[in-house]
């Protein structure tokens, strides 16, 4: 059984570009996470997707930051006009239900570096 | 607000020795708790969970914590460190919507 896949592994952008994340959850898994890690410091809630809709964004930026989860396809975190501070590690989770209770299965991540 | 605080940010235990790693909750709600470990450029890997069932909680690698309600505590502990155990552990509580919310982070360090 594969796990979450996240690609890519590594993300390389100038300041203005747009970075383009990808996440496949594990098989079954309708139920999809994003957190972000800063240098240093713990995961972050980004925002909560499932199969074509937004549960959950409050830990999304209100600025160039979106998040989709289509019916076919990864789901994708989308960075525009990136800059300095967007460096980190993505990380992808995903679970087969939104119960509280249900552990979340992580991918490897995807380390974004701006230039 | 719900929030996760784990105490120590690095934690060194020699080879063989107990492993200690802190975590403290708050909550008016027993919550769902996790630890998961994160090994150098990779994912987190699930330890262990309390999800109301029993108070004391074995994982996996020989991890188990313990649900103290009293003190909203869910310490790890492991009763002898090996090398391969070196990594950062993460605490972490479900939210409503299935969020997770973590802590800081430890990094564990084992010496020979």
């Known amino acids: 059984n594969a796990g979450v896949m996240q690609n890519p592994r590594h993300l390389v952008r100038r300041r203005g570009q747009e970075a383009r994340l990808r996440c496949s959850p594990m098989?079954?898994?309708?139920?999809v996470y994003w957190y972000r890690q800063l240098p240093e410091e713990g995961l972050k809630f980004m925002v909560y997707?499932?199969?074509?809709?937004?549960?959950?964004e409050s830990g999304m930026p209100k600025e160039r930051f979106s998040a989709e989860f289509p019916k076919e396809g990864p789901s994708i975190l989308r960075i525009q006009q990136v800059v300095r501070g967007d460096s980190a590690a993505y990380f992808c989770?995903?679970?087969?239900?939104?119960?509280?209770?249900?552990?979340?299965?992580f991918g490897d991540g995807t380390r974004l570096s701006i230039l | 607000a719900q929030s996760v605080t784990q105490l120590g940010s690095h934690v060194s235990v020699s080879e063989g020795a107990l492993v200690l790693l802190r975590c403290n909750y708050s909550?008016?709600?027993?919550?769902?708790l996790f630890w998961y470990v994160q090994y150098p450029n990779q994912g987190l890997q699930l330890l262990l969970k309390?999800?109301?069932?029993?108070?004391l909680v074995k994982g996996i690698n020989g991890f188990e914590a313990e649900f103290k309600k009293s003190e909203t505590s869910f310490h790890l502990t492991k009763p002898s460190a090996h090398m391969s155990d070196a990594a950062e552990y993460f605490c972490?509580?479900?939210?409503?919507?299935?969020?997770?919310?973590f802590g800081q982070g430890t990094t564990l360090q084992v010496k020979p």
């Open positions: 989770a995903s679970s087969p239900t939104d119960s509280s209770n249900q552990p979340q299965h």
């Open positions: 098989k079954g898994h309708s139920h």
């Open positions: 997707l499932q199969k074509e809709n937004i549960i959950d």
């Open positions: 909550s008016s709600v027993p919550p769902y």
């Open positions: 309390y999800t109301s069932a029993a108070t």
């Open positions: 972490s509580r479900s939210s409503n919507t299935g969020k997770l919310i």
